[in-house]
């Protein structure tokens, strides 16, 4: 981009540059850049100390099925394994954190329950918060408003009689 700045291993072939994503910092094979300028810094020891064999990774999107939905998601496969970008499990509903005193990982997909107030009676109905927004099963809020609710697996579709 234009502005950005990366810095070349030129011995490897790689560049590395910060990219804003979770990552921070990409690192990938110089023939994906087309950069028309360079330039060495007087203060750098640019010798060769030591050659070091980096992995060719890329991310790449990737659809993981949550629940029955489909979310694209981050990852990168390395050694035969496929790596996923948990922040991007916020998409299916979890909720993606870091406990700094215990040094975790928090992922928390709760069902709690959300009451709801339906001609002046409150009932408790299950949901799962997602981004600030509350989510109710179907079935549950039609059977609320005296609803039945049938699945056309044909056709991915729900019908409320």
């Not at 234009?2 to 540059?17: F, K, M, P, Q, R």
């Not at 959300?114 to 039609?142: C, D, M, Q, W």
Request: charged share 25%; with cysteine; glycine share 10%.
């Amino acid at each position: 981009m234009s502005g950005h700045i990366g810095v070349v291993s030129d011995t490897e072939g790689y560049y590395y540059a910060m990219d804003g994503s979770a990552r921070n910092m990409v690192h990938y094979p110089l023939s994906k850049q087309g950069w028309s300028k360079a330039i060495k810094l007087c203060d750098i020891d640019y010798s060769v100390k030591e050659t070091v064999k980096e992995d060719d990774e890329m991310v790449e999107t990737g659809t993981i099925s949550v629940n029955g939905k489909n979310i694209k998601i981050d990852k990168i496969v390395k050694d035969g394994s496929t790596f996923i970008k948990l922040r991007g499990l916020e998409n299916a509903g979890f909720e993606v954190g870091y406990d700094a005193g215990s040094k975790n990982l928090i992922l928390n997909n709760k069902i709690n329950e959300l009451p709801v107030v339906v001609e002046g009676v409150e009932h408790k109905l299950p949901a799962v918060n997602i981004k600030g927004y509350n989510y109710l099963t179907v079935r549950s809020f039609a059977g609320l408003l005296g609803l039945d609710t049938e699945y056309d697996s044909e056709s991915g579709k729900v019908i409320l009689k």
